[in-house]
């Protein structure tokens, strides 16, 4: 995966070629007249735990992979064979010891270091495999739009352009990595890591293998991990078949470290980060495409709009 260029899945625009964004009067108003999509800080999600649902059985896959790891290693290398005595627990206990350390120190990077990374997320229902939804809207959306006395809307938009505005956007800022919109998974008793979110365990591999060698720390297991944390949710969304971009900008003081190690190189705008007044206090948003405003209905990005 190329982490600069790759905004979503190579299938996921011909698979889900339509994204359903359900809103109310104002919002469908706001859309129209700044010609802008807001994308909220995860913080702010009506489930505000839903980030951390990936963790337990990240860390159940982790201990599976790095105990084969250790195995395939002890065989090879007597001085490995040696630690793992040394340390006592056997593989089993190291591999989970070492699981539990790498996820806890992904969290700790993300919601508890000293200057963490805010995450933002847009969300919209493919209904991919839902054609009366895809006509007429899902109604638990309507029921959660629709009851401020103005009646709910459902904005339809052609993903292969918003895939387009997304790549314009990351042009136009300076962002952690590049904005990545996919689908949603949710956690049921079939899911499974391995087959969802494998890119994140290779790296992971790669990112023990590299702390037992002391050799240099790969930088990419944190890009997947950023990417796979916003997109898993409880079993009781799945109707929606949600999909979300997830935009990551980077923070301010970020200017002053990249400046030093690449000199006084031409750096694209922060992304300004908007507050706004809601039920739970001030609310952090982005405006994406704020800073070239395309003409939504006119180039076709909004296909429709249900009411």
Known sequence: MNLITEFTPADFASSHPELHHYTNFDGLAGIHKSCTLWAMNYRELNDTKEITILEQPLVEALTKRFGLLLQERQRKHAYVQRAIEETGGGVAGIAAGQAQKMVRSFYDTMLRSAAPLDLYVTSFCTHADDPYAREHGLLSQWRGYGGGGDGGYCIVFETAG??????????????????????????????????????????????????????????????????????????????????????????????????????????????????????????????????????????????????
């Not at 300076?174 to 890119?199: C, K, T």
């Not at 900008?249 to 922060?270: T, W």
């Not at 007044?277 to 982005?286: A, E, P, S, T, W």
């Open 162 to 307: 918003l895939v387009d505005l997304l790549r314009r956007e990351f042009a136009a800022h300076y962002w952690v990595m590049a904005l990545r919109i996919d689908q949603v998974h949710y956690y049921s008793d079939n899911f499974s890591v391995e087959g969802i979110f494998a890119p994140l365990l290779s790296e992971s591999d790669k990112l023990l293998s590299a702390l037992m060698d002391h050799t240099e720390i790969p930088e990419a297991v944190m890009a997947f991990f950023f990417w796979a944390a916003p997109l898993l949710k409880h079993q009781g969304f799945r109707e929606e078949h949600e999909a979300r971009i997830v935009a990551i900008p980077a923070p301010q003081h970020d200017l002053n470290g990249v400046r030093s190690e690449h000199g006084d190189i031409f750096i694209p705008p922060f992304k300004t980060i908007h507050t706004r007044d809601g039920g739970r206090g001030r609310r952090q948003y982005l405006a994406l495409f704020e800073s070239f405003r395309p003409e939504l209905p006119a180039d076709s990005t909004i296909q429709r709009i249900i009411e």
